[in-house]
Nanobody, 124 residues
Framework: QVQLVESGGGLVQAGDSLTLSCAASGGTFVAYAMGWFRQVPGHEREFVAAISWRGAVVHYADSVKGRFTISRDNAKNTGYLQMSSLKPEDTAVYYC?????????????????WGQGTQVTVSS
């Protein structure tokens, strides 16, 4: 059973940068693809970015392409989401997720493990 813990959220101003971390424990994180999703109250969880098990393949939602960068350090069992040029519409709870295969996925129901989420608030 993999446990995921996100950190790094907070309150920032539009245009600022923020880096989220996702620390994994209890499983073979290195063999799992991982993704980042976000959710606003009253809305469905939205795909943000995903990365394959070795980091060779990445995919982004159009809304964050060019502003966000997903990465991972398998030696540290940690994933990252670097966010820049943040906009108020990026405000959400951000979740990291892992799936028990090496290939990335964009649908939330493809993921087997989820963190508890970290709040990101971007003020205008």
């Amino acid at each position: 059973q993999v446990q995921l813990v996100e950190s790094g959220g907070g309150l920032v101003q539009a245009g600022d940068s923020l880096t989220l971390s996702c620390a994994a424990s209890g499983g073979t994180f290195v063999a799992y693809a991982m993704g980042w999703f976000r959710q606003v109250p009253g809305h469905e969880r939205e795909f943000v970015a995903a990365i394959s098990w070795r980091g060779a393949v990445v995919h982004y939602a159009d809304s964050v392409k060019g502003r966000f960068t997903i990465s991972r350090d398998n030696a540290k069992n940690t994933g990252y989401l670097q966010m820049s040029s943040l906009k108020p519409e990026d405000t959400a709870v951000y979740y990291c997720a892992a799936r028990r295969v090496s290939a990335l996925g964009v649908a939330a129901d493809l993921y087997d493990y989820w963190g508890q989420g970290t709040q990101v608030t971007v003020s205008s």
